[in-house]
């Protein structure tokens, strides 16, 4: 079994940061791959980044340069760090496990389908 508890979120400013915490308990011991996902009120789930167990990442366009995916092996964390935050970024945050490498998937580990494990989310509200 693997759960997913994220943490972080709140309101802010446009141009702010944020960090989010994904901590992860996971007995199966076969997760490989974790993502941090978005959904925003009447949007679609899109992915914002991916991580594997060997710290190879991939970002969806709007997170490049902006967002920073992590993961700090002896918590069992994966975090994501959000800086120059636009209101656009307005959304329920949530973090995904995937029993495999992001890296084997046609969709880079950004798309929500392969992911079986998921975590509550946490809001994040940017203000213009």
């Known amino acids: 079994q693997v759960q997913l508890v994220e943490s972080g979120g709140e309101s802010v400013q446009a141009g702010g940061s944020l960090r989010l915490s994904c901590a992860i308990s996971?007995?199966?011991?076969?997760?490989?791959?974790w993502a941090w996902f978005r959904q925003a009120p009447g949007k679609q789930r899109e992915g914002v980044a991916a991580?594997?167990?060997?710290?190879?990442?991939n970002y969806a366009d709007s997170a490049k340069a902006r967002f920073v995916i992590s993961k700090d092996d002896a918590k069992n964390i994966i975090y994501l760090q959000m800086d120059s935050l636009k209101p656009e970024d307005t959304a329920m945050y949530f973090c995904?496990?995937?029993?495999?490498?992001?890296?084997?998937?046609?969709?880079?580990?950004?798309?929500?389908?392969?992911?079986?494990?998921w975590g509550q989310g946490t809001q994040v509200t940017v203000s213009s």
């Open positions: 995904a496990a995937f029993a495999g490498s992001w890296r084997s998937l046609m969709s880079r580990g950004l798309a929500p389908y392969a992911y079986s494990d």
């Open positions: 996971d007995s199966t011991g076969v997760t490989v791959s």
């Open positions: 991580i594997d167990s060997d710290g190879a990442t």
